[in-house]
């Protein structure tokens, strides 16, 4: 059974760097096929893809974020890591890791972990 376990720092401040992690057990990040995802649902908001990283170490990021977004692995760990700089209180959000095909469908991702509450406040 894959799980992902997403773990970050809950409030940050406007204008620093936020660093998510998500943890991925029962599969490996580098099995072959896979993309391994961000994204994040503001309050009331419907969900928005942020990036992925391909088993192969390849990165693919939104155009609306894509000057703010890094997405990194370390394979030794089978984690994943997600981040955003410049932050500012319009992106605060739940920040959630999930596996995918490929793209941007976020309904088609499967399995997602719970997420994380990401503050931005001063």
């Known amino acids: 059974q894959v799980q992902l376990q997403e773990s970050g720092p809950g409030l940050v401040k406007p204008s620093q760097t936020l660093s998510v992690t998500c943890t991925v057990s029962g599969a490996s990040i580098t099995t072959n096929g896979y993309y391994w995802n961000w994204i994040r649902q503001p309050p009331g908001k419907a969900p928005e893809w942020i990036g992925a990283?391909?088993?192969?170490?390849?990165?693919d990021y939104s155009p609306s974020l894509k000057s703010r977004t890094s997405i990194s692995r370390d394979t030794s760990k089978n984690q994943f890591t997600l981040q955003l700089r410049s932050m500012t209180p319009e992106d605060t959000a739940v920040y959630s890791c999930?596996?995918?095909?490929?793209?941007?469908?976020?309904?088609?991702?499967?399995?997602w972990g719970q997420g994380t509450q990401v503050t931005v406040s001063s």
């Open positions: 990283i391909h088993y192969s170490g390849t990165t």
């Open positions: 999930a596996r995918g095909p490929g793209g941007s469908l976020v309904d088609i991702f499967d399995p």
